[in-house]
């Protein structure tokens, strides 16, 4: 798993000067993505310029943190020895940040508990430096 060293259960990101206030973000409860100021898209992942326009007049915004399951897998694979097994892995649908979808893990229900269209809610599993933007359901 190029780009990600295998010290948890999860995968942890390296940071770096584009998508550090992303993992960053749960040290203050944040959840952020990048917001352009010149078309008012969205962009995720992190980088320089917007997705959109091309702008580099993009910040990081902290969005709701609430969300909608849009799919999902469930991980029967171990990819590293302490990975704890299974787990789902969803796409959210993030509110009021228009096509932009978060690939992460649900975590405090049992894997068939999730289903499509089940409201979410971040929550921050930390990791040193990083805060692991993580989804429980909302109801
Ligand atoms: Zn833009």
Redesign the pocket.
Known sequence: MAGYAATSTRPIPRLDSDNRAFWTGGAVGELRILH?A??Q?YTHPPRPV?R??L?ERVAPKAVAGSGVVDTFTVNYQKWFPAMEVPFVIARIALDGVPGVFLTTNIIGCPVDAVDIGDRVRVVFEQHGDVYLPLFEKAD
């Open positions: 352009c010149d078309c898209g917007c959109h326009c702008s």
